[in-house]
């Protein structure tokens, strides 16, 4: 049975770093696209990055460019969301999600992911 499981959350200052871990058992997840999410109390689910690990791209949310990478551990099976210089409105309970195929049009919208994590709470803040 497919298993996503992210880690790696916490409590952080604002301007703090953090790297949330998504790790799966009964996928290969380099031959999936593994996207991150975020939803803040009251909000609607949004995507954050993604890679496509099928040709390495990488899809990011505009307001997170160039603070936060999205990389993959083929040999741990394992994508990785390095977050730098974290806002307050970065809160929020991180997900990850897989899914066979994603586009440069589909990569952001949550109903194209199969496979999905329970999530792990990040809380920026001082």
């Known amino acids: 049975q497919a298993q996503l499981v992210e880690s790696g959350g916490g409590l952080v200052q604002p301007g703090g770093s953090l790297r949330l871990s998504c790790a799966s058992s009964?996928?290969?997840?380099?031959?999936?696209?593994t996207g991150w999410f975020r939803q803040a109390p009251g909000k609607e689910r949004e995507a954050i990055a993604c890679?496509?690990?099928?040709?390495?791209?990488?899809y990011y949310k505009d307001s997170v460019k160039g603070r936060f990478t999205i990389s993959s551990d083929n040999a741990k099976n394992t994508v990785y969301l390095q977050m730098n210089s974290l806002l307050p409105e970065d809160t929020g309970l991180y997900y990850c999600?897989?899914?066979?195929?994603?586009?440069?049009?589909?990569?952001?919208?949550?109903?194209?992911?199969?496979?999905w994590g329970q999530g792990t709470q990040v809380t920026v803040s001082s």
């Open positions: 999600a897989a899914d066979i195929s994603v586009s440069k049009t589909s990569w952001n919208y949550p109903g194209g992911y199969e496979y």
């Open positions: 009964g996928l290969t997840l380099a031959n999936y696209a």
């Open positions: 890679i496509s690990n099928s040709d390495g791209k990488t």
